[in-house]
């Protein structure tokens, strides 16, 4: 039994399948905020001039692989037809999780910040400035990944490349600009109807202020 009993919501992702949300926003509205700050956007892509060679590191179900603690473990509980659960883990939802997962990453792989590391929550970006050097740079990382006992989709982590789809940008040796798909989704982007509208796209649209003249 728990007092707490959040609800329950499937959303499909990119791939068809479909991921398991827990609606945490009383719990949130009560959580005292972790005030642990994300990196910015554009500090972490002015690290990478001069690499040419780059490889993405997707973590599989990152949030899930970080225990709670016991005395919260309650205050995860969700409701279903078939009665309460909880989790063991971290779980998406929760408004502190971006800052803790973050924290973690940033401790792990502190001997490698803005030296051949860019890390985003689960998002890790190596970038070198040529071939043999990267070699190097990934047995590195993937070895402190096995160290740590992180594990990435496999699926999702690309290796080797000169162009790299990263944080909404296409990142190579000459430089960084916008995803295509991106200035598509501002462009067809359907006229606001509420506030909610409104803010979603200004923040989308605000994400590549750097890219606008002016």
Partial sequence: FSPWGAPVLFV??????????????????VTIKNKYPLPRIDDL???LKGASVFSKIDLRSGYYQLRI????????AFRTRYGHYEFLVMPFGLTNAP????????????????????????????YSRDETEHAEHLRLVLQMLRDKQL????????????????????VSASGI???PSKISAILNWKPPRN??????FLGLAGYYRRFVKG
């Avoid at 499909?12 to 509205?29: A, E, H, S, V, W």
């Avoid at 699926?155 to 909404?168: I, P, T």
Wanted: net charge positive; aromatic share 14%; charged share 35%.
């Fill in 12 to 29: 499909k992702k990119k791939d068809g399948t479909m991921r398991l949300c827990i609606d945490y926003r009383q719990l949130n509205k």
């Fill in 151 to 170: 594990y990435a989709k496999f699926s999702k982590c690309e290796f080797w490349l000169r162009k790299v789809s990263f944080l909404g940008h296409l």
């Fill in 195 to 200: 506030i909610t509208e409104v803010r979603s």
């Fill in 69 to 76: 603690r016991d005395s919260d473990v309650p205050k995860t």
């Fill in 99 to 126: 800052a803790v997962f973050m924290d973690l990453m940033n401790r792990i792989f502190r001997p490698y910040l803005d030296r051949f590391v860019v890390v985003f929550i689960d998002d890790i970006l190596v």
């Fill in 45 to 47: 892509f002015d690290q």
């Fill in 177 to 179: 600009r916008v995803d």
